[in-house]
């Protein structure tokens, strides 16, 4: 067994003995009520799932283990003469919960490189589709394609103990990480590049090897493809591509299977997809008003506008942030230090000025101010990778990371079938009626 591997065994079983005891003596205790609203409005607030990887605050945002996005810039393994942090090294730290060393992050991304092959059967089955093909589609499918390769599905069907699934789920979920830069190089260069590929750098750590393969090779790219795949990795359990990955890998598809679903949740425009509205949003902006500049004032007229059509301003809003996501204070600390006087990255702030006020004042949004979407367009822009579409894939290839850690750890802790209880509401209104006990119907 490898390092990492034999060191997880460990954490899991002690873990294993921490939460059997806790809810021998603690499992009945209540943490929360659910009302009416709150099954018709999207769960929202409801406190039913377990995700040891990161912790979400409303006011002050995400934490890895413990450590905000700062504390990570500041104490996560870099490469030499870098300042980002290796996506590694969160991967290590969310895994086994403690921070690696040098030495531990470049054994991960040395794993990483061994286990990168990609068959050649999943090149061809994403040429198959058609090139107008929304990148997001040729992700989700060049990962299903890859299940061939599952150790879960094949050890499942000869037969396993439940108490060995997390061994090839680790291995899955490894191998998967792995593969995912060139998979996502693959469909950039065949969309936009004239399928004109780039081998692989075994050189190269995982973000940066995925920037080479892109065919970008600016440090200042490679720098910030490190930030971005850092703080794009985890944000709790119950966002939409985090629960879904987990909900289905709680039937034990395998982790080919669980991220693929999550991945079609992260393509969807109240989610991942955000992040190629928002630029897409901004660009017709500057068309409209035939400007690469535009004012305060304009903006503010483009995001009435917006909102008199009966759109959401995209980018901003939050389900459970209420104050500006440190995610896009983190990307804008990167384009103050990077690149101050690029207009994309001044529209973004001027639109940060602009938005929160006009939100405000519609009484009705919870959280005016922008998420991680709002920013991460414009800093791609300014290194040359202009086709928004695309910029979606990204996102999943860091999501990866904070998600199959988090399957990892659902396998370790035998954590059983997602299946909570709905209702009709003919139910519903027989219990308003005063019908008692409807809900053991
Ligand atoms: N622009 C316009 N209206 C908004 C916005 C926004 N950015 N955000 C919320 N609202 C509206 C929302 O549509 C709802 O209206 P109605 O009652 O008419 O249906 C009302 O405000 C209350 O919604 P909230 O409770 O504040 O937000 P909710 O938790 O339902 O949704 C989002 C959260 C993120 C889906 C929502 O804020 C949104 O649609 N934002 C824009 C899309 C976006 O940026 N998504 C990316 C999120 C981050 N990510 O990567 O996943
Ligand atoms: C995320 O990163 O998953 C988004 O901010 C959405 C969420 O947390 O609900």
Redesign the pocket.
Known sequence: MGVIKDKFKEKAEQANTEIKELLKEHGNKVIGEVTLAQIY??M?GITGLVSETSLLDAQEGIRFRGYTIPELQEKLPKVEGGSEPLPEGLFYLMLLGELPTQDDVEHVTGVWQRRSHVPNHVFSTIDALPLHTHPMTMFVTGIMALQTESNFARMYAEGMNKKDYWDPTFDDAMDLIARLPRIAAYIYRRKYKFSKHIQPNGLLDWSGNLAHMMGYNDPGFHELMRLYMTI?AD?EGG???AHTTHLVGSALSDVYQSLAAGMNG?A????????Q??IKWIFELREQIGSDSPTKEQIAEYVQA??TSG??????????LRKT?PRFTAQMEFGKKHMPDDPLVQTVWNVYEA?PPI?ES?G?????W?????HSGALLVHYGLVEYEFYTVL?GVSRALGVLASLCWDRALNMPLERPKSVTTALVKRWLDGEDEVWDK
């Open positions: 409005q999207g929202r794009h944000h966002n939409v591509s992260l969807g425009p109240l989610h991942g997809l955000a992040n509205e928002v917006t909102l759109k959401v301003v995209p980018g901003y809003g939050h389900a459970v996501d938005v939100l519609l009705k949004v919870k959280n005016p922008p998420n991680v979407d709002a996102f």
